[in-house]
């Protein structure tokens, strides 16, 4: 009877400890693959000497020019010009437009008014710019360095003081 409990006591111990490392495993493979495509990125930076942008470094900025006038004083940061009809105040703003894996040379940049503005002209880079077409700013743009595209706005003698001029500039870069 003792050999019998003790044959019994050790199959149990050892069915324990076979079942204490016993181990089930599963394996799997993944197959990864990616495909690279070339990109580019267009921001606006403060240009030195230019209205402070807001937003600087994204592709979102704004420009606010404050408060304009034909004649009076403007901050510094505002160029002027007037006509017998008409005055233009400009602000230099720059656009830096970058690439990665991409053999493209250069980029052309075209910018277009988000709404029409019947009153008052506008122009990129000393390009009119409208809202019935994207206009070409330039045909081989650097990558990797700002380039200063002045925005100008005209506005005629007759519009009202106090008259808030709001538009936006759509900018498209297109890799060459």
Do not use: C, E
Not at 119 to 131: E, F, K, L, P, Y
Not at 132 to 156: D, R, W
């Amino acid at each position: 009877m003792k050999k019998v409990l003790l044959l019994t006591i050790f199959a149990a111990l050892m069915m324990i400890s076979s079942a204490a490392v016993a181990q089930t495993t599963a394996s799997g493979t993944l197959a990864v693959t990616a495909t690279v495509n070339g990109s580019i990125q267009l921001v606006f930076n403060t240009h030195t000497g230019g209205v402070a942008l807001g937003s600087p470094g994204t592709n979102a900025a704004t420009l606010d020019f404050g408060p304009v006038s034909a004649f009076g004083v403007i901050p510094g940061t505002i160029a002027r010009t007037t006509t017998a009809t008409s005055f233009t105040v400009s602000t230099p703003v720059d656009v830096l437009v970058t690439k990665t894996n991409s053999a493209s040379a250069n980029y052309k940049l075209t910018a277009q008014l988000g709404s029409a503005d019947a009153v008052n002209t506008w122009s990129v880079g000393g390009v009119a710019v409208t809202n019935a077409a994207a206009a070409q700013i330039t045909a081989t743009g650097t990558y990797g360095a700002n380039s200063n595209f002045p925005v100008a706005i005209t506005v005629p003698f007759t519009t009202a003081s106090g008259t808030l001029i709001s538009n936006t500039i759509n900018y498209v870069a297109t890799a060459n």
